[in-house]
């Protein structure tokens, strides 16, 4: 009878080396090809708390809009939206620096939607920055 080997069972564990080298190749290649993300957003600058909130809205052009009524400035200066864009235009907000070109918005509830879009494009196209005054717990209103 011819002898038999006895088999032996050896657990074979695989080289797990070369697994971390192919990793932190990954990883490096993942950071230098991935680009980063712009955060978006506006930047304000935020009066400090020192400067008197009564003079500098007194600088900016005021107009207070109310479905009944669209008026301009402090007198509230009752103008159509004709006249309204024409005053804007006069102002020349277009050549003014960034900061100098905010024109303050005091909306009345219930106002139209239709209406409050007009001036809003008003200010726009006279190169005008859109400043909204609301008062606390005001919501906008749907017509």
């Not at 070109?101 to 879009?117: E, F, G, M, N, W």
Request: glycine share 6%.
């Amino acid at each position: 009878m011819p002898l038999r080997r006895k088999k032996t069972r050896h657990d074979v564990e695989p080289n797990v080396g070369p697994f971390s080298d192919i990793a932190f190749l990954l990883i490096i290649f993942f950071i230098l090809t991935s680009t980063l993300s712009a955060l978006m957003g506006n930047k304000l600058d935020i009066p400090a708390a020192r400067e008197n909130p009564k003079k500098s809205k007194a600088e900016q052009p005021t107009i207070t809009l109310s479905p009944e009524l669209l008026a301009w400035g402090k007198q509230q200066e009752d103008v159509t939206l004709m006249q309204l864009r024409v005053k804007l235009m006069d102002l020349d907000l277009r050549a003014k620096p960034q900061g100098k070109r905010v024109v303050i918005l005091d909306c009345a509830p219930k106002t139209s939607y239709q209406r409050y879009y007009e001036v809003v494009m008003a200010i726009e196209e006279a190169g005008g920055v859109l400043g909204m005054i609301t008062e606390p717990g005001e919501t906008a209103s749907e017509d």
